[in-house]
């Protein structure tokens, strides 16, 4: 079991920056994909970066060259800064780590709010 505790949400102006953080309780080292999703009202959870155990990151088209991933071994954490924030980036972020095996592991997602 591992429980995941997002944290750096909040309110900013478009243009701002955010970086969220998932901090796991154990190691991330093993953990075969972790992934940032968000959710917006009104729509469904997608998929906004993905890091690979072999380092590959993906990104969604509506985030790429603005959002990036990251992690930290040595915290067990998962890292999303976010430049250049538009209101249409407003949702709940979540972050999800998924075992080689097919486990997988939600947080319980933190607000991002953009607006003028």
């Known amino acids: 079991q591992v429980q995941l505790v997002e944290s750096g949400g909040g309110l900013v102006q478009p243009g701002g920056s955010l970086r969220l953080s998932c901090a796991a309780s154990r190691s991330i080292f093993s953990f075969y994909v972790m992934g940032w999703y968000r959710q917006a009202p009104g729509k469904e959870r997608e998929l906004v970066a993905a890091i690979t155990r072999a380092g590959t990151v993906n990104y969604s088209d509506s985030v790429k060259g603005r959002f990036t991933a990251s992690t930290d071994n040595a915290k067990n954490t998962v890292y999303l800064q976010m430049n250049s924030l538009k209101p249409e980036d407003t949702a709940v972020y979540y972050c999800?780590?998924?075992?080689?095996?097919?486990?997988?592991?939600w947080g319980q997602g933190t607000q991002v709010t953009v607006t003028s």
């Open positions: 999800k780590l998924t075992s080689s095996s097919g486990l997988y592991y």
